[in-house]
Each structure stands twice: as C-alpha cells, then as structure tokens.
T-cell receptor, first 113, second 116 residues
Framework: GENVEQHPSTLSVQEGDSAVIKCTYSDSASNYFPWYKQELGKGPQLIIDIRSNVGEKKDQRIAVTLNKTAKHFSLHITETQPEDSAVYFCAAPWMDSSYKLIFGSGTRLLVRP | DGGITQSPKYLFRKEGQNVTLSCEQNLNHDAMYWYRQDPGQGLRLIYYSQIVNDFQKGDIAEGYSVSREKKESFPLTVTSAQKNPTAFYLC???????????????FGQGTRLTVV
C-alpha cells in the first residue's frame, strides 16, 4: 500500500521569502499528486496538482515538482504573504482498485509579516 | 452552486450515544470518503464508497458505520463503540477515475464532534 511522508511539520518564513514543503511516497505506480491548503476550522482545498507524466507545474506563486525516480514531490511557494499561513497537505493515491488518496501528516506554515 | 455540504458544523455527544454526521454533494460524483482529523495530525480514512450501495473500510473503521443509499449522500454514524470520538470529521467526494486516472477530491467544511 501507499505510504506518504511529509516534511517539515512546521515552517516559519518571513513575508516575501520562499517556502518549500517536501513529500515522499512509496508506491512507484502512483500517478497523481495533489496539494491541499487547510485554513483553521475549514476543510482542505486543492491548490495545485501534478500527474506523473510531467516534472513541474506552476500556477502564479505556487509550483510543484515531481521526481518519479526518487519518489518525491515538493511544493514551492514564492513571495510568501501572510494569507499563505495555513496547514498544507500532500497526497498520493493507493493504486489498488480504489485509488483512494493517502495524505501526508501536514505542514503548518507561518508567514511572519 | 455545486459543492459538498456537511452538517452540523458542531456536534456534542454524550458518552454511550450514537450520532450521525451528514454529508451531501451535488457534484454528481461517484466516490465519497470520510476522514478523521485529530489536532496537529493528518487525515485518516474511515470509510469510502465508490458507488451507490457499496462501501469499504478505511484504516480506522472500528466504531463507525456508513450507508450509501443515494449517490448524493454518505452519512457517517459514530457509535458508542468508538472510544475516542472527539475529532474533526471531513467528508470528501471525487469523480471515480477509470484506468487509474485520479481526480481532485472536494472536501466539505467539516464537523467538529465533542464528547461531553
């Protein structure tokens, strides 16, 4: 089955700096890697995802990179803003017939003004 | 507006009681999921359903039950057998991918259950 590990568990950066969160996965057949942002007291929302046929995807200030050989993927946030402060989760699918998502343990990002 | 709705937002349960958390979606998604989130923790899968009248246990199904009688609805019952039910419960849905094609999971806003 799939195992997803996420680091770091907490990250504090100065406004305007970049933030990087990393995840590793165990199932080499996994083909879809989403990142979710969860604000306090709310449900997670998808912010970016990547499929296994590409190595990088960007959307304005956020980007995700994927290294299939090493089985890891990373979230990059540039020019961080206070509203980026939240908990971020990575996920990867369990490649049995269910394709259910297995989530990392989360990273609490704090952007200091 | 299409979306996924959980109710209630806050729920209090006395020890020994069963309680049911509601989850409704109007996205026409086949698959629905229940996750449990404890403070500072990730999301752990309780139950999931890929199609009406079918559901499977996740990693922490003990003390919980579900039903999937309608495509739009996937209620979760927290039974008295669940010894530590205080947590934040999240429901999600997605299009059931074919040929291994996964798609985005949409989450509800959660129900915070507290045992009093």
């Amino acid at each position: 089955g799939e195992n997803v590990e996420q680091h770091p568990s907490t990250l504090s950066v100065q406004e305007g700096d970049s933030a990087v969160i990393k995840c590793t996965y165990s199932d080499s057949a996994s083909n879809y890697f989403p990142w979710y942002k969860q604000e306090l007291g709310k449900g997670p929302q998808l912010i970016i995802d990547i499929r296994s046929n590409v190595g990088e995807k960007k959307d304005q200030r956020i980007a995700v990179t994927l290294n299939k050989t090493a089985k890891h993927f990373s979230l990059h946030i540039t020019e961080t803003q206070p509203e980026d402060s939240a908990v971020y989760f990575c996920a990867a699918p369990w490649m049995d017939s269910s394709y259910k998502l297995i989530f990392g343990s989360g990273t609490r990002l704090l952007v200091r003004p | 507006d299409g979306g996924i709705t959980q109710s209630p937002k806050y729920l209090f349960r006395k020890e020994g009681q069963n309680v049911t958390l509601s989850c409704e979606q109007n996205l026409n998604h086949d698959a629905m999921y229940w996750y449990r989130q404890d403070p500072g923790q990730g999301l752990r899968l309780i139950y999931y359903s890929q199609i009406v009248n079918d559901f499977q246990k996740g990693d922490i199904a003990e003390g919980y039950s579900v039903s999937r009688e309608k495509k739009e609805s996937f209620p979760l019952t927290v039974t008295s057998a669940q010894k530590n039910p205080t947590a934040f419960y999240l429901c999600a849905s997605s299009i059931r991918g074919g040929s291994g094609m996964n798609t985005e999971a949409f989450f509800g806003q959660g129900t915070r259950l507290t045992v009093v």
